[in-house]
């Protein structure tokens, strides 16, 4: 595993590349600090690797100092500024950090939103007549996307079980092109064998995308476990403090090449502002996960030995389907996980629930700092494979529960006055 950060200009050199090796393995922790900031970026006028973090550079407009200059200002690399909508120094930090951690990547582009950065990913890689292939547990905007925006450029797609890694091989026809990847599953939460599936579709010419907005780079090494692009919501994780929108795409050369000139193309630009906040996130990105992703792990041990719960959702727990896959191939996890309601508990029960719970509060997202939790109907979103097992239509009402820094015991107590509301009619 070794540690690389891509120079503006494409050299491999490091922050501390005078003083260090080039090629010195440092873990996530570490790699957390000193991601991104270069001292070329990290400086007031005249005085390199002056200040910790990369100053908010505001900034629209480039001044050349003559025409020739002008002429010859067109590089289209981060650390070359040619106008504001390619982005500076504050965004080019943060884009530089996010290369850096994720392994294998050639490059990194930023989006005002993760659903920004899936369509305008999509867009890149695909053309008319070209054939999407979605995994059935998608997050819904993405489906949304291939039913409403690709649709309408004569892009077909799609769904696949990615339970089902043989039947995955088999739908790959002449026009497929891209596969959309997710594990695990949006609000299902089931673990797909991405290896196995990112592998058939290099053999077969197939672009694999995996949106890796649970794990991120540091639970799950996308582009390692032979993905060729990875994208994840900033909003979540990075962020961290449920105060600014964000995405990310990091890919393999020639799919960024490909997805930078679409981004540009379509004029996306983040604020350097919003950079500023996310890299602020990213430094405290491994402390909070291992600690919400104790917590979940807590907090679903204890619903699992509820009678009126009949299923929990949680990749991190012992005895759900989908944990050794997750015990193979992810090394972290988050806070983020699901569960079903035993039969019987109608959706008047479930808001009785939810409008007792005091700490957590109701509302989309995660990754924040704050626990939240939403009402969630696992039987209606497959199209192909009910999940979880057993599941029928009308019944197994569920919620999603994002974890956030409070204390188990809290969270726990908060839910048992939950439950205790539930039951009452
Ligand atoms: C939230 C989310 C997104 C979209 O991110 P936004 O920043 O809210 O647009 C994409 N994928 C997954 C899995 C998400 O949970």
Redesign the pocket.
Known sequence: MGHRSLHPQGNRTSRLSDSRPNDEAHANATRLVEAGRRKQWCSVPGQPGSVVNPPIWRASTHLYETADDLAKGRPNANGHFYYGRRGGPTQWALADALTELEQDAEGTELFP???AA?AATLLALLKPGDELLVCDNA?E?TRNIANGLLAGYGITHRAFDPLDVDGFAAMIGPNTKVVML?SPG?LTMEISDIPALAAIAREKGVISVI?N??AGPLGFPALVHGCDVTLM?L??HVGGHSDL???AVSARAPQLAQIRRHAQMLGQVVSPDDAALALRGLRTLELRLKRTSATALEVARWLSTRPEISAVLCPQLEGTPGHDLWRRDFSGGCGLFSFVLAGGADKKARARLLDALDLFGIGF??GGYESLALPIDPASLHTLRPWPPGIDEGSGLGLRLAIGLEDADDLIRDLDRGLAAMRES
């Open positions: 939103s993760g659903v899936i997050y905007p997710e949006s949106d907005t649970w919501s909003t979540k929108m964000m995405g997202s995660w």
